[in-house]
């Protein structure tokens, strides 16, 4: 897909590629420039790990969206194909 740099630099993300990586305003993402190639990762979560006694358990600082069951299936169907 071809898509245009704005004269502030900003870059379109045509929506088929946000809907496949899950993209959303207020994301935040990661974008790497190596071997002529700009590279856009989903951001790792920022977690603090607690442990009340039993099992440690990651836990965001943030609010993140809640996983639900359709995102569950969708994931398993896509990595199934």
Do not use: C, H
């Not at 935040?28 to 856009?40: A, K, L, P, S, Y």
């Amino acid at each position: 897909m071809r898509t245009t740099i704005d004269s502030a630099g900003r870059l379109v993300i045509p929506k088929p590629v946000r809907d496949a990586m899950g993209l959303e305003a207020g994301r935040q993402i990661d974008v790497v420039f190596t071997d002529g190639r700009i590279e856009i990762e989903l951001a790792p979560i920022d977690v603090v790990i607690e442990n009340d006694g039993r099992l440690p358990r990651a836990v965001p600082r943030d609010g993140v969206p809640p996983l639900t069951d359709r995102l569950v299936r969708e994931t398993l169907e896509a990595t199934r194909r």
